[in-house]
């Protein structure tokens, strides 16, 4: 790739430059981001739909309170609810690791194997990050729930932090909170209009699924007859759940764009590189 075409990550943004920097690289990137997340995250995808096909074939009327404390529920509602949240982590871990091969030039990005192995590598951090970061939102939570929308918007660059400066969990949280320091409006604009964005894309993936059940109701047919495919294009949604790498995406563009307004971590690196080009 051209050096004058390559998205700049390491430069301050206002939020309508991050949000515009965000769908820049996504268009550039689009092919080969796109196939690995289809790749990583897609066999994840399929599970996700075959049990929510076995949940919802079995299920032929509203389930009872009675119902929902049936160890077989628990375990099928359980089951799916770790796959979402595995989903989820995935989709995060591969737009953050290309985007980090992507700014260190690596040609491994284009590799799926090689994406597996960084996820790999970052998996217990990822769990750890995640779950200590869902504990002190729900601790904030407790008290008036305000300070768990502060501490959730605080802590919204500990992921990032951690697999881009490659840090151990708590200081991943530290290094969020203090790039989120007098930024934290900007950062909950930013999280809630990317997450209201890919929200909507998500509903262009379950048209379908409310297609078929309005037209299955206003026609009166038979619901066993049709309800193998509404179940079918129910499941087909969850393709959308890839579109949680757009949020994900504009959080990096938002931490590199953190780092240099309070750093100028990127112009540092530049100078570095120019003194080493001198010494030669």
């Known amino acids: 790739m051209d050096e004058s075409s390559r998205f700049d990550f390491h430069r301050p943004r206002d939020l309508g430059d991050v949000i515009n920097g965000t769908f820049t690289f996504l268009r550039q990137e689009f092919v080969p981001l ?43 509602f359980g089951a799916l609810m770790l796959l979402n949240v595995l989903m989820s982590m995935t989709t995060v871990a ?14 491994a990005r284009f ?4 994406l597996l192995d960084c996820f790999a590598t970052d998996f217990w951090t990822m769990v750890g990050v995640g779950f200590l970061s869902v504990v002190i939102i729900f601790a904030g939570c407790v008290f008036l729930f305000i300070p768990g929308i502060y501490l959730a918007v605080a802590l919204s660059l500990a992921m990032t932090a951690a697999l881009h400066e490659r840090l151990p ?18 950062t909950f604009g930013l999280l809630f209009l990317m997450t209201m964005i890919a929200l909507i894309l998500q509903t262009l993936f379950q048209i379908p699924f409310y297609i078929a059940t309005i037209v299955t109701a206003v026609h009166g047919a038979d619901p066993g007859r049709g309800r193998g495919w509404i179940i079918a294009l129910q499941s087909i949604s969850y393709l959308g759940y890839l579109l949680h ?22 112009l540092q690196s530049r100078i570095d590189a120019l003194d080493v080009e001198t010494k030669r």
């Open 111 to 114: 590799s799926v194997r090689a």
């Open 245 to 266: 790498g757009i949020p994900a995406l504009s959080m990096i563009v938002h931490y590199y764009s953190q780092r240099e307004k309070k750093e100028a971590a990127g």
């Open 34 to 76: 796109g196939k690995s997340l289809l790749w990583i995250a897609g066999p994840i995808i399929v599970a996700v739909m075959a049990l929510n096909i076995a949940i919802a074939w079995n299920q032929t009327e509203v389930l009872s309170a009675r119902d929902f404390l049936n160890f077989e529920t628990i375990m099928r």
């Open 169 to 186: 969990v708590g200081m991943a949280l530290k290094r969020s909170m203090q790039l989120v320091r007098e930024y934290w409006w900007v």
């Open 94 to 107: 591969v737009v953050n690791h290309y985007v980090r091969l992507y700014i260190a030039n690596d040609q």
